[in-house]
């Protein structure tokens, strides 16, 4: 199972040196940090603009499956049977799914077992002593479970017992402590990794986390669609009230792929000034547009200006402009903020 991190790159290694044959699988679920939207900010200009997951296969010369569960991935954001982490990360039932889907592929097509990059005490949720085990059996993958980099700490797994691994040349790291992994990588010769920092996915996040949980208070329903995870990753989210959001692009990156969404939603965008592409999510009522043209306004170098000129656009095609006071600062309350 390759997530695009280090870990899991090194526990291929590991079981590679031993002449096994690993071809890698990597699941996309929507809340990836992965993929377009991690690189669309200045700020990430430095980045590798790479699907890291991609880059460890490369890393490694092993062929590597995508595969997309998205849409079965739902119910494991919504219902998680052992709840959620410090923000909406289902990250033990997360991983009992994945190696579910993992394990179902190796019997599918003829591979014998399956390996991750877990570390005991890594992970507050997931990668614990006591819920290790919990993967392994809740899964079904049961002692068909290698994870090599911290082998030596639990119970010898089918492959260990059968000879295909030598237990000898796995690994008994456990905690935190990322200083035993660099010093493997770089026995390795691998040096330019990907380091994420929470996790491997937004909802580890906090401020993705209060994002997802009002959109589900707003529809009055849990559930979501992909374009809408998709939109939390990016802009400003201005609520002003329940039915009624605004996605406000930060910079040029953002605006541009807000415009992908237009033809769905109201949206508008200063023409006298230089500023936002803003959408409009939810039902507009009596001076809701007039209102989301001042914020635009306000969030454009038109800001101190008397007056800025939005032009505004819906799904119908029908465009028109607005004359608009930039809404001053002090009148955006501080809850509007997402
Ligand atoms: S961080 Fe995200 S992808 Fe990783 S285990 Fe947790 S919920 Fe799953």
Redesign the pocket.
């Known amino acids: 199972m390759i ?1 695009g991190g280090l870990d899991s790159l090194l526990a291929a290694r590991v079981v590679m040196e031993q002449g096994v044959h690993v071809e890698g699988i990597n699941f996309y ?1 929507g ?2 940090v992965e993929g377009h939207t991690h690189a669309i900010r200045k700020k990430d200009r430095a980045r590798p603009k790479r699907n890291n997951a991609l880059w460890s296969a490369e890393q490694l010369g092993i062929k590597l499956h995508i595969v997309d569960i998205i849409d079965e991935y739902k119910d494991v954001v919504l219902n998680p049977r052992h709840g959620y ?1 410090s923000n909406l ?3 033990l039932d ?2 009992i799914f ?1 190696v579910e889907k993992a394990h179902a592929w190796i019997e599918a097509n003829d591979f014998d077992f399956i390996v991750t990059g877990e570390v005991i005490g890594q992970r507050p ?2 990668q614990r002593r006591d819920t290790m085990p919990v993967i392994a059996r809740d899964s079904g993958a049961a002692d068909r479970l290698v994870r090599p980099l911290c082998a030596k700490n639990l119970p010898e797994t089918l492959p260990e017992r059968e000879g295909w691994l030598d237990r000898d040349r796995l690994h008994a790291f456990s905690g935190r402590s990322r200083k035993p992994q660099m010093a493997l990588a770089a026995s390795f010769g691998f040096t330019d990794y990907a380091q994420p920092a929470g ?3 937004f ?2 996040d906090r401020q993705y986390s209060v994002k997802l949980a009002d959109l589900w208070q707003s529809r009055g329903r849990r559930d979501y669609e992909l374009d809408d995870i998709m939109l939390l990753k990016v802009g400003r989210h201005l609520r002003p009230r329940p039915g009624f959001k605004l996605i406000v692009g930060r910079e040029e990156g953002e605006n541009k792929f807000l415009e992908g969404y237009r033809k769905r939603f109201v949206h508008m965008f200063p023409v006298s000034h230089t500023g936002p592409l803003v959408l409009l999510d939810g039902e507009l009522g009596e001076g809701d547009l007039e209102l989301a043209a001042r914020l635009t306004a306000r969030f454009s170098k038109g800001r101190d200006a008397a007056s800025v000129t939005v032009q505004a656009g819906g799904p119908d095609g029908k465009v028109q402009t607005l004359d608009v006071v930039p809404l001053p600062g002090e009148d955006i309350p501080a809850d509007w903020y997402l």
């Open positions: 997530s679920t809340f990836c982490g990360n289902p990250c997360c991983k994945m949720m997931s996790g491997c996915c909802l580890t």
